[in-house]
């Protein structure tokens, strides 16, 4: 009766622990193809979309278009979710930086990841949402950490 039990539960377990990681990566490419449909969409300090966006405000919207809720403000936005290691990260996980000229320590600025080093965000100098290279670029410096939202 015990080991009946015991396969149930791993059985169960398992058939869970595959469904998360499906869910997960779904997630990952939803995120990533929902955030490029707004590539060019104009930045604007305050923002939420659809149509303009500051960088926060693009991560959130983009976040409820895939049913994740998080904060509106990206230092906020910086402390929501699993801390991320840069050699760690993966498409969809939110990528956070220190923008100010003197380098403060804190987070001012944020987008989404895209896998291959690249992330993509509402980038005030650009005045739009654009693409980017965490190689050697200005963002690459500057980078702080990621973030891993629920189910991504």
């Known amino acids: 009766m015990k080991k009946i039990y015991l396969l ?6 398992l058939i869970t622990s595959c469904g998360a990681t499906s ?3 779904r997630i990952q490419h939803n995120i990533t193809k929902v955030a490029k449909k707004y590539k060019g969409k104009r930045y604007v300090w305050g923002a939420t979309g659809p149509y303009k966006f500051d960088c926060s405000g693009y991560t959130q919207y983009i976040c409820k278009k895939n049913g994740l809720k998080i ?8 402390k929501f979710g699993k801390y991320i290691k840069r050699k760690n990260l993966r498409k969809g996980d939110l990528v956070f930086f220190d923008t100010s000229r003197s380098r403060r320590g804190y987070v001012n600025h944020v987008g989404i990841y895209l896998g291959h080093n690249k992330f993509i965000h ?4 650009k005045k739009k949402v654009v693409i980017t290279s965490l190689d050697g670029t200005f963002h690459g410096k ?5 973030r891993r939202v629920s189910g991504s």
Do not use: E
């Open 23 to 25: 869910y997960n990566k």
């Open 71 to 78: 904060p509106r403000n990206s230092r906020v936005q910086s």
């Open 8 to 13: 149930l539960i791993m059985a169960s377990f």
């Open 142 to 146: 500057r980078f702080k950490w990621g």
């Open 122 to 125: 509402a980038s005030s100098a």
